[in-house]
């Protein structure tokens, strides 16, 4: 079993920065794939961005340039950096585990961007 547990959410005024940290723990296999997806009110989830063991990422287009997503495999936790935070961004971001067997998530951390 694994757990992922984020946390680093929460209020911030259009045009600042947040930092986002997910925890893994359990059976965590190599290689494996960790995101960050996000899903507003009313809308579907989307993939934010993802990195792979070996450190490669991909990021949607709407995050290019203002995220950036790191990991650090010793401690199994996966960070998403986030500048200049639009209201559009508001929404809750879950954590993805994608090893060997099924995907793994967790329970999410709410980031709100207003004024």
């Known amino acids: 079993q694994v757990q992922l547990v984020e946390s680093g959410g929460g209020l911030v005024q259009p045009g600042g920065s947040l930092r986002l940290s997910c925890a893994a723990s359990?059976?965590?296999?190599?290689?494996?794939?960790m995101g960050w997806y996000r899903q507003a009110p009313g809308k579907q989830r989307e993939l934010v961005a993802s990195?792979?063991?070996?450190?490669?990422?991909n990021y949607a287009d709407f995050v290019k340039g203002r995220f950036t997503i790191s990991r650090d495999n010793a401690k199994n936790m996966v960070y998403l950096q986030m500048n200049s935070l639009k209201p559009e961004d508001t929404a809750v971001y879950y954590c993805?585990?994608?090893?060997?067997?099924?995907?793994?998530w967790g329970r999410g951390t709410l980031v709100t961007v207003s004024s």
């Open positions: 359990g059976s965590i296999f190599s290689p494996n794939v």
């Open positions: 990195i792979i063991s070996e450190g490669n990422t």
């Open positions: 993805k585990l994608n090893q060997r067997g099924p995907d793994y």
